[in-house]
């Protein structure tokens, strides 16, 4: 069984009444089941995975690094300055999408940087929770062979 990693950073947990206005009204449950659906076409499962702290974070991908075909990362505000979380990513060798719902680009100055995205096979931003429907799509583009 081949299973994908989705895994959402601080303050992640509260979509769907946090800032609807940007983050839409969504919640990760809604979010766990759109990617669960676009995986099963393929018999995929998926283990999402939602932390606050960094280090639990890091410890997720560390612990599903073998057992996973890919991921989809959310790090929330931790794109900004996650060290930890980037030197976590550079030893994840699956392919893995890094989605934001909002676009940071229109935002804040201090949204406009992602430590992470440089390792990241491809970068989905700026299209609310469709952002991680594309990213499963992408995964599934990326493994043919899984
Ligand atoms: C976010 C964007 C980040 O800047 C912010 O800190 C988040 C959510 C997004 O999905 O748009 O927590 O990653």
Redesign the pocket.
């Known amino acids: 069984m081949s299973v994908v990693l989705l895994l959402n950073?601080?303050?992640?947990g509260a979509l769907g009444y946090r800032e609807p206005e940007?983050?839409g009204t969504d919640t990760l449950a809604d979010i766990e089941k759109a990617v669960a659906e676009e995986v099963a076409v393929r018999g995929w499962e998926v283990v999402s995975i939602q932390r606050d702290g960094e280090g639990d974070l890091v410890g997720a991908i560390h612990q599903h690094r073998d057992s996973t075909v890919g991921a989809i990362v959310?790090?929330?505000?931790l794109?900004?300055a996650g060290w930890s979380l980037r030197d976590a990513l550079a030893s994840y060798s699956p392919p893995w999408i890094e989605?934001?719902?909002?676009n940071?680009w229109a935002?804040e100055s201090f949204?406009h940087e992602s430590v992470i995205a440089p390792l990241a096979s491809g970068v989905v931003i700026g299209l609310g929770a469709f952002g991680y429907r594309l990213a499963a799509q992408a995964l599934l583009h990326l493994c043919p062979e899984t």
């Open positions: 950073g601080p303050n992640l940007i983050y959310n790090p929330g505000a794109m900004i989605v934001h719902l909002s940071v935002r949204r």
